[in-house]
């Protein structure tokens, strides 16, 4: 069981069993035991689209939201940045502990540290990438591209 804690300073536990997985499914048209399937499509549908990401864990949490009053519109106010980022951790490593095999689990694993890695690796050359870049060549680049938005058109 894997669990986070939201804006609001609420503590989620996630688990997915395969209820849970029959539910969100159901709710959401989206199959967590197949989420690293394939080239892992799934997987990266659900990050692009953090609604569907918070119905799903809306799924797995509502037992223990209902009875603490929450609502799915409160517990998705509660669910951005960092928090997110978290909670979508704690979803996929809860989906990939779901699977029967230790073997499974450790390749699952090993590609999703790999994935990991990769991001950060890119976030920091993007990074780097931008710090080299000077604000007046970019500008002049921009207007040469395009042309300039004051020139105009020879007679």
């Known amino acids: 069981m894997r669990k986070f804690i939201d804006s609001r300073d609420r503590e989620w536990s ?3 069993t395969v209820q849970g997985i029959v ?4 709710a959401t048209t ?13 997987l990266g549908e659900l ?3 953090p609604p569907r990401l918070v119905d799903c864990l809306w799924v797995l949490c509502a037992d223990s939201g209902t009875a603490a009053g929450v609502t799915p519109a409160d ?11 978290a909670a979508t951790n704690a979803l996929i ?7 029967p095999n230790a073997r499974r689990r450790g390749l699952v694993r090993q590609v999703m540290d790999k994935s990991r890695a990769g991001f ?3 976030a920091d050359r993007g990074e780097a990438e931008l710090q080299k870049l000077d604000p007046r060549t970019l500008c002049d680049y921009a ?9 105009t058109p020879d007679p």
């Open 75 to 85: 517990f998705g106010r509660s669910l951005y940045g960092d928090v997110l980022e």
């Open 23 to 26: 539910d969100v499914r159901d």
């Open 120 to 122: 950060t690796a890119l």
């Open 14 to 16: 996630v688990l997915v």
């Open 93 to 99: 490593d809860s989906t990939i502990d779901f699977f």
């Open 47 to 49: 990050l692009d689209d």
């Open 143 to 151: 207007l040469n591209s395009r042309g300039s938005p004051v020139s």
């Open 30 to 42: 989206i199959d967590l035991g197949k989420l690293f399937d394939n080239s892992l499509k799934l």
